[in-house]
């Protein structure tokens, strides 16, 4: 994902080794299995896909994951090119990866064929932010109008019921305290859902500055994945891949811009 962001999505899969409710697995559960983790983007024109050995907790000891060299990785058929351990990469030349085209990916392990599928979302369209910016006096960090209702509004298409992610880079260069005790961060993620809008309020945005935004349009294998991992119940392991634990996915994604501008007093 390296068109718009190409690290918003990837903080899934040290978590993605179990989780709870219906099993996604495809295949018996075996600690020898590798761990993939591949996000394909619409527009981009290279595949990245990451391998790792499973970290494997024993009655008094552990076995920490490690990356996994050495494959002949193919995508669609085409060789990838190990450039760092654990690390595959496929340049697509003058194409790009598209919205609505399937990419197989397949290799060997340990003697088993390791395989996987997705299929690449449409773009994402006309996405549009209400209001663009707002105003702040300066005495309002410190004495939050609790009163003020002010929401801002993503909205974009929707024609398919797709599931969405929405992004928030923050102009600020570290983690903050907020008016109320919590923390302002510098990046957030918000849980996948369904629908073409999403609304926030003004307390979301409390530095000054310039803040990008991103909806990603991802795969029902994401969404699926993103909310097992956010649960407290260990007990199965999620993975859409053959022989495999981790994720191959696709998705594709739109930013803008919104301000919040200090006002002089």
């Known amino acids: 994902m390296n068109r718009i ?10 978590a993605c080794f179990c989780s709870c409710g219906e099993s996604l697995m495809d295949s018996a559960v075996n600690t020898g299995m590798p761990v993939v983790e591949s996000y394909l983007q619409e527009g981009a024109d ?14 008094d000891d552990y076995l920490l994951s490690k990356p996994v060299g050495g494959l002949s990785l193919k995508i669609n058929g085409m060789e990838m090119q190990e450039i760092s351990a ?4 496929l340049h697509l030349g003058e194409d790009t ?22 299929s690449v979302p449409q773009p994402v369209a006309n996405l549009r932010i209400e209001p663009e910016y707002i105003t702040r006096s300066s005495s309002s960090y410190f004495y939050f109008d609790t009163a003020d209702t002010t929401e801002i509004r993503l909205t974009w298409d929707d024609p398919d ?12 260069s570290s983690d903050m305290p907020s008016f109320d005790g919590g923390t302002q961060f510098r990046r957030r993620m918000m849980q996948p859902f369904r629908g073409g809008s999403y609304t926030t309020s003004e307390r979301e945005f409390m530095s000054t500055g ?37 994720i191959f996915t696709a998705m594709s994604v739109a930013g803008v811009q919104f301000q919040v501008i200090e006002a002089e007093e």
């Open 5 to 14: 962001k190409s690290s918003a999505l990837c903080c899934l899969l040290p």
């Open 46 to 59: 290279t595949v990245n896909v990451k391998l790792y050995s499973m970290e494997v907790y024993l009655k």
């Open 86 to 89: 654990g690390t595959y990469f």
């Open 210 to 246: 310039k803040y990008s935004i991103y909806v990603y349009r991802v795969n029902k294998d994401y969404a699926d994945l993103y909310e097992r991992t956010g649960s407290t119940d260990l007990a199965n392991p999620a993975s859409a891949i053959h022989n495999a634990f981790g």
């Open 97 to 118: 990866i598209r919205g609505l085209k399937d990419y197989d990916l397949s290799f060997e392990y340990l003697g088993t064929t390791v395989s996987a599928s997705t």
């Open 161 to 172: 019921g797709s599931y969405y992610q929405v992004y928030i880079e923050s102009p600020a």
